[in-house]
T-cell receptor, first 114, second 115 residues
């Protein structure tokens, strides 16, 4: 069974550009969450999608957005990139099971903003 | 007060010893508790999940949950150098049941197992 797949693995962008990251969850998983990880802040929750609907949102500016498609694949977009957006962006998928919400992470996308 | 707090470490133990990692959480409504292992430069890997009070064992790993004390721990028996990593405690208090909700992570404890 394939795991969570994130693309691209590495990305270098300049300030002011925008970027789109992709996440394909484990087959059958319908919940996808996104996290930002930096050395200074640790793992910070961005948002969660379930059945194409955003169910939860973290405390990030509106430059950070996402969506989920009918096949559960998800994308997140960051517009007007800032140097502080340099981070490891992680996607986690979870099965639709009551009271069992184990989340599995993809390999991450390492974004560097220069 | 932070949602999830862990011993900042680093924690260093000799090979074959028991490593004990601790975590406290602030919200009594928390439902699910997880331990992730993260090697340097890699993504977090789920190693244990626990949902009810008591102990849960999986191989060399034992997770312990005490909801009254809002405390969760991870014991690693017969520690190996390959266990050297950062261990992240995560808590989910979303009660929707069928979705992941939001995971709250501690800052992690760096464990080093020396030969």
């Amino acid at each position: 069974k394939a795991g969570v797949t994130q693309t691209p693995r590495y990305l270098i962008k300049t300030r002011g550009q925008q970027v789109t990251l992709s996440c394909s969850p484990i087959s059958g998983h319908r919940s996808v969450s996104w996290y930002q990880q930096t050395p200074g802040q640790g793992l910070q929750f961005l948002f969660e999608y379930f059945s194409e609907t955003q169910r939860n949102k973290g405390n990030f500016p509106g430059r950070f957005s996402g969506r989920q498609f009918s096949n559960s694949r998800s994308e997140m977009n960051v517009s007007t990139l800032e140097l502080g957006d340099s981070a490891l962006y992680l996607c986690a998928s979870s099965a639709n099971r009551v009271k069992n919400t184990e989340a599995f992470f993809g390999q991450g996308t390492r974004l560097t903003v220069v | 007060q932070k949602e999830v707090e862990q011993n900042s470490g680093p924690l260093s133990v000799p090979e074959g010893a028991i490593a004990s990692l601790n975590c406290t959480y602030s919200d009594r409504g928390s439902q699910s508790f997880f331990w992730y292992r993260q090697y340097s430069g890699k993504s977090p890997e789920l190693i244990m999940s626990i949902y009810s009070n008591g102990d849960k064992e999986d191989g060399r790993f034992t997770a312990q949950l005490n909801k009254a004390s809002q405390y969760v721990s991870l014991l690693i028996r017969d520690s190996q150098p390959s266990d050297s990593a950062t261990y992240l405690c995560a808590v989910n208090r979303d009660d929707r049941g069928s979705t992941l909700g939001r995971l709250y992570f501690g800052r992690g404890t760096q464990l080093t197992v020396w030969p």
